[in-house]
């Protein structure tokens, strides 16, 4: 019985675990979108649900930072919606809600340089013109 117990336990834990891994900051992205994407071709499935990622960035003042960044990519009723989230200098500055971003195919574009695409079945961020970095998908789609 103990040992029924131990493993059931352990199983809550893991559960939790990974539940917390997927957390995302995308919370109010359930919400009804108010701004919509501007689309020249239909989006690549793959960069459809929620992605994240961490990736450097070069401060006007020098040095680097470190920020998180995040999106949701829904379709609602005819249109298409994105949501962002990205966190800078440390957490003093966020940047979150729905964007009027550019749909392109396989990749989508902001006006303040972001460029989220799929390449070889993967989804990349890049900052400006940074490095692009990998992105992880968020929840099970």
Do not use: H
């Not at 009804?32 to 793959?46: G, Q, T």
């Not at 401060?59 to 800078?88: M, N, Q």
């Not at 940047?95 to 902001?110: C, L």
């Amino acid at each position: 019985m103990k040992r029924l117990s131990a493993t059931a336990l352990m199983g809550v834990i893991l559960l939790g675990l990974a539940v917390c891994a997927s957390a995302s900051n995308l919370g109010a992205a359930g919400e009804k979108p108010d701004v919509f994407c501007r689309v020249i071709k239909e989006p690549d499935p793959l960069l459809m649900g929620s992605w994240k990622c961490m990736f450097e960035r070069r401060l006007e003042e020098g040095g680097w930072d470190t920020d998180p960044a995040e999106y949701r990519l829904i379709k609602y009723e005819d249109k298409y919606a994105l949501y962002f989230y990205r966190v800078s200098r440390g957490g003093k500055k966020k940047y979150m809600g729905w964007r009027e971003w550019t749909i392109d195919g396989a990749q989508i574009t902001s006006d303040t340089g972001v460029k989220i695409f799929t390449e070889n079945g993967q989804v990349f961020f890049v900052w400006q013109d940074g490095k692009p970095v990998k992105m992880t998908r968020i929840g099970v789609q």
